[in-house]
């Protein structure tokens, strides 16, 4: 056979990477002294290994120490110890180690990536092309924010011990994305690696030692599950960051609930590769094989579901057929292999146990007539026709190397079958028409979006998920912010609500009975239970009842915000203008609103003054932040720019506090509003006629129905409500600590992201209580990466 018919035929020979490097490295290795703590080697304590194998084999590499809860309190004493001297050092300090470390990859890169591929199974071009470089530009691009933190950050400081771990599809890359920003915000860190994947973690310990990490700012300890819950519940770690799945994901939520350790997540995906009938087909396929099948499909963010428009499904659907024929399927190590084993057997069959399920639910599974190799955990590439949105290879995330096909008709049925799903980490968009690209891309609930092109990623570029995928960001500005805090102006302890009915005393006098109802979707509306709260003045006499809300009204109220599409639609000039005329209102009325403040609470007249007129200053603020909090474009080193749009969060539930009730729920409700989401409030259960009062307010300040709910009644029930509520996206609580641990414990349906004070109030009046600090928290940052040139 001839050169060209070679060409033809795409019949490559073998081309091996040499493997006797890295062979010697596992062979001078003590694998059962492979704790890395306070800068020394250690057995696991209680003298337990675990076995990693090659995936292309299943032969044995090593017997490794797997640390238990013991172990875990020696790393984080051994990170508590070295944490004020790490963090009192000058970002320049710290930006020189993390350089150190990032050259230090450069001189082994080869061996991290022969390692990668012989511990993971990935071909050995992503490992040398892919994960290893990006694991070094992480350092190297974090280093520059620690040098900068002060000026790019003020008044944060690093949050202190980390807890990390990590999985096993991209073990080097996840290490970097997770170990770099931590060591630039001045924190230690104790990281755990996946089972399956522990080499190149322990290499980088190596690392650390030679790049002159001082000893115990980085610990690594390798281990199962039993660390990882020690390391999520140790009272000594002050962040935990995950990746993995989000059934793990809740778990983690739901053990860290009440203990007011930072959390991120970045969990599993779903994510669409939507193609429109005006794409370039051949660069979508090649798209397309980027998205699915690059590491073996084993990727939280690949494209496992492809959307086709109907007129070019056909065409389409042969050409991938076409392509998938000429993937070859073969050793990691070998350079021209496209798709190597998975990483275990328990993978294999799981991928294998869900292609059968949904064949039996009406898919119709099509593989390249190819020969496997005879040993180790390989699976042919799979696609998918014939899926309903139903079915569980559409809905559920495979992790391999399996594509689930959907047609559509028009651009909204696109955007609908895109986001029907409980994830939301990524999404891929090819069309020759920009301005169709990015009018769709704002429209998915992806926190990633790729427009002609996948897999794209950067340091400077944050990545993270909405809805399931998880909350928080890794790189870039916004990945800073994880690994980083700001001291709040905490106010007291808030105690628990009593349950039982206090006796008020009837107010003197004889007036026109007023009814507080409950205001929801532009309406005041008589509370669905019918049942009344009493409302007292500071010398205990009645002042007014108000409705006593329940499970129903929170219902009816998220229902409303769900279908305000005006506000978040509404641009920001336009929100800030609506904010403005609140302000303008409420001013007109701040007498009113000083002798309600005096009646309820007994606070002096002057400042009740001077909470309504903070009260009116704080509206003003957002109303002028509304259009000028605005995301960047980021320049990656490719050819491409990204945009880091801020998107509001969705339905936000707030519960305000009893503590400065006025200005306390107005500087809650308004940076959620000035950033376009909707809200269902609860005020102040103490004194809920000052909300009340705002309905007038709120109706002729031309706020669009279900914009802002209020719900009154008791704040502990009505909290627990919105947190188990799946069609909140975000909840804000400043009430008791019992409750907010309560509502984070129970907002895992969902993951929808939980701030509360943990039990304290706030200075709701001091500077600290304002500003880009709440208005982080009312967005979401959705990273779209717009590719440019030939």
Not at 291 to 306: E, K, T
Not at 509 to 526: E, H, P, S
Not at 646 to 653: A, D, K, N, R, W
Not at 744 to 751: F, H, Q, V
Request: charged share 20%; proline share 5%.
């Amino acid at each position: 056979m001839n050169i060209l018919e070679r060409y033809h035929a795409m019949e490559y020979g073998p081309a091996p990477e040499a493997r006797n490097e890295a062979d010697a490295w596992l062979a001078t290795r003590d694998f059962g002294k492979a704790l890395f703590i306070g800068g020394d080697w250690r057995a696991a304590s209680g003298g337990r290994t675990f076995d990693t194998s090659e995936p292309s084999s299943g032969k044995l590499l090593a017997k490794v120490s797997d640390a238990n809860a013991t172990d875990i309190d020696a790393a984080v004493a051994a990170a508590t110890k070295a944490l004020p001297k790490w963090s009192a050092s000058s970002g320049y300090q710290r930006a020189k180690v993390l350089y150190a470390i990032g050259r230090a990859m450069q001189r082994h890169q080869r061996l991290f990536a022969v390692l990668e591929t012989i511990d993971n199974g990935k071909p050995i071009r992503e490992s040398r092309d892919i994960d290893v470089p990006l694991a070094i530009r992480h350092f190297m691009h974090h280093a520059g924010w620690a040098q900068a933190l002060d000026r790019d950050f003020p008044g944060q400081k690093g949050v202190g011990v980390v807890g990390q771990i990590i999985p096993w599809n991209f073990p080097l890359l996840m290490l970097a994305w997770k170990i770099a920003p931590a060591l630039a915000a001045g924190c230690t860190v104790v990281l755990k690696p996946a089972e399956f994947t522990p080499l190149t973690a322990i290499l980088f310990a190596e690392i650390c030692e030679r790049a002159g990490v001082p000893k115990g700012v980085v610990n690594i300890v390798q281990g199962g599950p039993e660390a990882g819950a020690a390391i999520v519940n140790h009272p000594g770690i002050q962040k935990i960051a995950f990746t993995g799945s989000s059934e793990v994901g809740k778990i983690i939520r739901k053990a860290t609930a009440g203990s007011g350790k930072k959390l991120s997540l970045e969990l599993g995906g779903k994510s669409a590769f939507i193609v429109f009938e005006d794409a370039d087909l051949d660069s979508a396929v090649e798209g397309l094989v980027d998205g699915i099948w690059f590491n073996q499909g084993q990727v939280c963010c690949a494209g496992s579901r492809l959307l086709v428009q109907e007129g070019i499904a056909d065409a389409l659907i042969a050409k991938v057929k076409t392509r998938m024929s000429r993937l070859r399927v073969g050793s990691p190590l070998d350079k021209n292999t496209d798709i190597g084993p998975l990483v275990d057997l328990t993978q294999l069959d799981r991928v294998k146990g869900l292609i059968a399920e949904g064949a039996r639910q009406g898919a119709i599974c099509w593989q390249p007539d190819a020969a496997l190799p005879s040993t180790g955990y390989y699976h042919l590439p799979t696609l998918a026709t014939g899926v309903s949105p139903a079915n569980i290879l559409a809905q559920e995330e495979v992790f391999g190397p399996v594509l689930a096909t959907m047609t559509f008709r028009n651009t909204e049925e696109a955007i609908e079958l895109a986001n029907n799903t409980r994830y939301g980490l990524a999404a891929s968009v090819w069309s020759e028409n920009v301005n169709l690209a990015l009018h769709v891309a704002p429209q998915l609930k992806a926190g990633v979006v790729w427009v002609n092109g996948t897999n794209m990623f950067d340091a400077a570029c944050g990545f993270g998920g909405y809805r399931e995928s998880g909350f928080g960001r890794e790189g870039g500005r916004e990945g800073m912010f994880e690994y980083l805090a700001a001291k709040l102006p905490l106010g007291p302890v808030i105690k628990p609500a009593t349950s039982s009915v206090q006796p008020v005393e009837q107010a003197d006098g004889v007036g026109i009975d007023r009814t507080a109802k409950l205001f929801i979707g532009g309406k005041q509306v008589r509370p669905d239970g019918n049942y009344s709260l009493a409302i007292a003045t500071a010398k205990g006499k009645l002042a007014g009842e108000v409705g006593l809300g329940n499970r129903k009204d929170i219902r009816d109220a998220v229902s409303a915000a769900r279908a305000c599409k005006a506000w978040p639609e509404a641009t920001a000039y336009n929100r800030s203008q609506v904010l403005y005329y609140l302000a303008e209102n409420l001013s007109g009325r701040a007498d009113e609103f000083a002798a309600r403040l005096v009646q309820l609470t007994g606070v002096p007249a002057k400042a009740a003054r001077e909470e309504v007129d903070q009260s009116i200053e704080r509206l003003f603020l957002y109303a002028g932040l509304a259009d000028k909090f605005e995301g960047r474009v980021h320049q990656p080193p490719a050819r491409a720019v990204t945009l880091a749009l801020h998107e509001p969060v969705g339905v936000l539930g707030i519960v305000a506090p009893d503590d400065q009730p006025l200005l306390g729920f107005i500087s809650l409700i308004a940076p959620a509003l000035a950033m376009g989401n909707t809200v269902v409030a609860v005020p102040s259960e103490r004194y809920p006629l000052l909300a009340t009062d705002l309905y007038q307010v709120i109706e002729y300040s031309d706020v669009p129905s279900g914009a802002i709910n209020i719900v009154t009644g008791r704040s502990a029930e009505l909290a627990g409500v919105l947190a188990r509520h799946d069609d909140v996206d975000g909840l804000w609580l400043f009430t008791d600590a019992d409750t907010c641990a309560k509502a984070e414990a129970e907002s895992i349906g969902n993951l929808k992201r939980v701030w509360s004070g943990g039990g304290r109030s706030l200075d709701w009046g001091s500077e600290e209580a304002a500003g880009d600090g709440f208005l982080r928290r009312a967005i979401e940052v959705k990273n779209v990466w717009v590719p440019y040139g030939d």
